[in-house]
C-alpha cells in the first residue's frame, strides 16, 4: 500500500518527539510504500514571518539574531537526536 505521513510540528519539538516520529515511520515502512512529510518545527513558522516583517521593516540585523537562534535551534535538535557519529558528522 503507498501511505502519505504527516506530521506536525508540536509532533517534531523535541528530540523525544522526533525519535518516536522515526519509530512511527519505520513500523509503517515495513509493509508500505511511504511519503514522509514534515512540517516546520514547532514555532519556526512564526520565526520565519516575523523574519520577513523585521526585513521588510529593514531590520536586518534582528532578522539575524532570530535566524541565528533558529539555526541553533535546529543543530540543538540534531545533536540530541542523532546519535549514529557517521551521520552526525555528516550533517
Not at 506536525?8 to 515511520?25: E, F, M, N, R
Not at 516575523?50 to 541553533?72: F, H, N
Amino acid at each position: 500500500m503507498k501511505l502519505v505521513l504527516k506530521f506536525g510540528g508540536t509532533s517534531l519539538a523535541s528530540p523525544k518527539d522526533i525519535i518516536g516520529v522515526a519509530k512511527t515511520v519505520v513500523s509503517f515502512s515495513k509493509d508500505n510504500e511511504i511519503v514522509v512529510v514534515c512540517s516546520a518545527v514547532d514555532g519556526v513558522t512564526d520565526d520565519l514571518i516575523l523574519i520577513s516583517k523585521m526585513i521588510e521593516q529593514r531590520k536586518k540585523d534582528a532578522a539575524a539574531k532570530v535566524l541565528d537562534e533558529l539555526i541553533k535551534k535546529h543543530g540543538k535538535l540534531a545533536d540530541q537526536t542523532i546519535k549514529n557519529s557517521t551521520i552526525k558528522n555528516n550533517c
